[in-house]
């Protein structure tokens, strides 16, 4: 069971452009005590727009359930949420956009307007660097499709399109899914072994070749 965590303390957002967009949103705050775990930010369903654009995330987390001993002292949190392939100038319906992030908390809530976000791009290596890493770059069907298995693809957090192949999915996403990897949060039943995530990675900084 999951509860929210005493206090938001701080609330950043970034905004990634690739072909589409992609927002991170960063929270820190406290829990109650000590013991507390699981830190998350949930988005409130919404049965309409909200009037003023906001999107509303609950800042939540789970209470020891070990029995061991806890202080009576705020503990630090933190949590993230990344949303994909965001329409921000249609994210609630045509013509209407998403100006803002409010996190709440059980103490307060933060409010962060989207102008405030950190603009970036992915890095892109140089044509001269990239011309030279694509001579010992992985090859996509020798090396790198045989690193996913079933599982994978069942759990990846990213959709197919119908018009997708394995080579256009992992090259649009290559860089979300080693995001996703860094923070523990896929694969879902363990991480890869190291030398497959440097070939991975390897592969993506050649500019993901066929």
Known sequence: MTNRLFSVDALS???????TQT???????????TGWNHAELRPLVYVSPPEDGMLELDFLGAPSR???PTLPIPAPMAAEITLSDVDL???WGLGCPLTGVRCHAAANLKSVPLSTARRSMP???SFHALDRASENAPNF??????????????TMPTQFKPTDSAHELLRAQ???LMHAMEQGKWPKDGPWPEADVALFSKWIAAGSPA
């Open 13 to 19: 957002l970034s905004l990634v452009a690739r072909d």
């Open 23 to 33: 927002l991170v949103v960063h929270a820190q705050g406290r829990a109650p005590t």
């Open 66 to 68: 070990t029995g061991g």
């Open 89 to 91: 100038e249609n994210f």
């Open 123 to 125: 890095h892109q290596p």
């Open 141 to 154: 069907n020798k090396d790198i499709l045989p690193l996913f298995r079933a599982q994978d693809w069942n």
């Open 174 to 176: 290559g860089v979300e």
